[in-house]
Every structure is written in C-alpha cells, then in structure tokens.
C-alpha cells in the first residue's frame, strides 16, 4: 500500500475485545523485561492501528507491536524471519535482543518487542540505495532455511475474500463485480507464465521502511514469501530497479496491477478502519486507469 495523503489524519479506532470493550495495548502485569530493566510505568502511546497496533512504550525507545488474533501466525513469522536477518547483518530492524513473543496475561493479545530506531522521513530516502538494500535483504533470504508460503497465498487470500459479499458490503455491489472480473483477469494471466522463485520481503513498499542515519532499514516482514523477484520490485520506483539484473518489465507491470487489485480487496474489506479508506479508493483508481 501506499503512504496516506499529508493532511488532516483520522483519529485512530483501538481493536476490541470478544465483549466489544476497547483494548488499550500495555504491558503485562510487571511489565515486560528485558534482562534487568523493567518497563513498569511506562507512558504509552499508540503509533499507528490498522493491521496491528503499535505502541510506543515511552519514555524507552522501544515499540510494542499487539496482533490481532486472527494475524497472530503473521506476527510471529516476523519476529522469526526478522530476528534471522539481523544475525546475519541484512539492513532490518530486528525484533529487541532476547525478548520471545510474549502475551499480555489480561487481554491475551500477542505482543513483541522491537526498537525505536529514528527515521529522516521517507522523501530522504535515495532511490539507488532502496534498491540496493532490498538486493542485500533478497540474498539474506536466500540463506534463510525458515519456512515461508507462496506469494499467491496472498492473491488466494484476497480473492476469496472478494467473493464475500458480507465482508465486502462497503463497496458497491458494480464495482465489487467490476474489481472481481478484473482480479480473475489479471490471476489467470500470472498463472500462464513461468518464473523462477526465492525469499521475498512480501510487501517493502515505502510505509515499511525506514530511512535512518546508518542507512535504509527495512521493517514488517509479516508477508515474507517465496516468490519472483518480481513481486518486490513492482512495490519499488523504477529509479531503485537499476539494482538488480533486469527484470522481467511485463511481469513487473502485471504484478503492481495485481497487487492493486488484492490492496483494493483488503482496504475495502475494513474500510471501517479509518487509516485504510485511502488506500481502498486509490488502489480502485490505480486499477481502473491501469485496465483502460
């Protein structure tokens, strides 16, 4: 997905418990530890609530990252593939030293525990270097021995989802029909082609990544896959593509229209979540103008 327009921006809605009460994310009874260094009384402060929700545990620089149940598979792959990468030197953000996975003992809600690292903004960030950095996070997934699933469990995913009329209520009953036939189109034309497959960051467009003193620093691989190379490239401006051995440009193309298709799906899916409502209406358009 691409970064919201600047602007006003819509107060964020907590996630809600089995009884419909608002869960402020915090840290456990004694708080959480790491070593000898307790984060009792820590001032929290919710960033950002839409796939999770991520606190700020201040004054500590660190963040909290609280699944939702039904993406708790996808938090701990993270915190798996993240924490590989960064013994190996790739240029990630890894999960904080020595800290597992932990529940909350009253909400039971997955938390896990990552540094606060400074970010110069996304506009600082030189194309080449992007493009660079991601090539150095792809040949550390080639030496990860972890278990990651195929990219098109994510189209498979989103797809079904489609078909859902109740999950998909919020977009018109025209353009629900309009974006299936369109997805269908598009997931038939990927299945005709051939391509080779390695580890995939899954999802590094520019909301998950950050610009920092030392460097681009990549973050949220939830969506680690295995995949073309193509599927990463296609969330990349063209300037950072001159990184790699030319790709192929027309699967390049099909994948970024694809994707749109699928981010259209997952927005318009929970389009009462206020932080997403921008992104269901543009990647609709973006799909629109790329299919006329």
Avoid at 47 to 72: C, F, M, Y
Avoid at 170 to 185: E, K, S, V
């Amino acid at each position: 997905m691409l970064p919201p327009p600047t602007g006003r921006r819509e107060k964020l809605a907590l996630p809600r418990d089995g009884g419909g009460n608002a869960v402020t994310p915090r840290a456990p009874r004694g708080g959480f530890r790491r070593g000898s260094r307790g984060l009792c009384g820590s001032r929290r402060r919710v960033l950002a609530d839409s796939n999770h929700t991520i606190v700020w545990l201040r004054p500590h620089q660190i963040l909290a990252k609280v699944g939702r149940r039904s993406a708790e598979r996808l938090l701990l792959r993270e915190h798996r593939v993240a924490r590989a990468l960064g013994e190996v030197g790739a240029p990630v953000v890894p999960p904080l030293s020595g800290v597992k996975p932990t529940r909350d003992p009253d909400t039971a809600l997955l938390v896990t525990l990552w540094p606060r690292v400074e970010h110069l903004g996304e506009d600082s960030a030189d194309a080449a270097d992007v493009g660079q950095s991601l090539g150095e996070v792809h040949r550390a997934l080639d030496r990860y021995d972890g278990e990651l699933p195929s990219f098109l469990d994510k189209l498979e995913d989103a797809r079904a989802l489609l078909g859902d009329d109740a999950r998909m209520s919020a977009l018109d009953l025209d353009n629900r029909r309009w974006l299936r036939t369109a997805f269908d189109a598009l997931f038939d034309e990927l299945r005709s082609r051939r391509y080779a497959v390695r580890g995939l960051h899954g999802e590094p467009h520019g909301q998950n990544r950050l610009t920092t003193p030392a460097g681009v620093r990549w973050i949220d691989f939830e969506g680690a896959c295995l995949g073309p190379v193509e599927w990463d490239l296609a969330f990349l401006p063209d300037a950072s593509l001159p990184a790699y051995p030319p790709p192929d440009e027309a699967l390049v193309q099909l994948l970024r229209t694809l994707n749109s298709a699928r981010t259209a799906t997952l927005c318009w899916a929970r389009y009462d979540v206020p932080a997403l409502r921008w992104h269901a209406r543009f990647h609709l358009q973006q799909l629109r103008s790329h299919l006329v």
